[in-house]
């Protein structure tokens, strides 16, 4: 996965917010704990895809769910929808600008798990630390 770079906003200083930003890390953290909206965004992050694809780079999620998923994404404009015209025209799904930018903290979450969480299985200090990160 590529990992985009922006500049850090001038008022962001790499420390964690104050007390007053609460409610959006509380919408950051309900968004993160729906079962498979991190998966699916990140399906998304090599392109557009259909739901096919999608259900491909995301193992165990049932029609249902991902179509339930998708909507929900799309929704809160994570996710945007092509649907081109024809009669056996297939949807495609992408990433919106919003979600898009949302890759950057998916990305350094993702980095964070590989280095500070076990494997199923195992406890974190039988993991070797990953020196350079």
């Known amino acids: 996965m590529t990992i985009p770079r922006h ?10 917010p104050s007390d007053d930003s609460s409610p959006a890390i509380t919408r950051a953290f309900a968004l993160l704990s ?39 994404l799309t929704a809160i404009d994570l996710i945007a929808q092509d649907v081109p015209p ?11 600008p919003h979600g898009k930018a949302f890759l950057v903290p998916l990305a350094v979450l993702f980095l964070w798990a590989e280095d500070h969480l076990p494997a199923s299985g195992s406890s974190a200090s039988d993991q070797p630390a990953t020196p350079g990160r």
């Open 7 to 16: 500049p850090q906003p001038k008022h962001r200083s790499g420390h964690p």
């Open 34 to 72: 729906r079962r498979w909206n991190g998966l699916i965004l990140m399906a998304l992050a090599n392109g557009p895809a259909d739901i096919a694809h999608i259900r491909g780079r995301v193992p165990g999620i049932s029609d249902r769910m991902l179509a339930q998923r998708l909507q929900e």
């Open 86 to 96: 024809g009669p056996s025209s297939r949807t495609r799904y992408a990433l919106s």
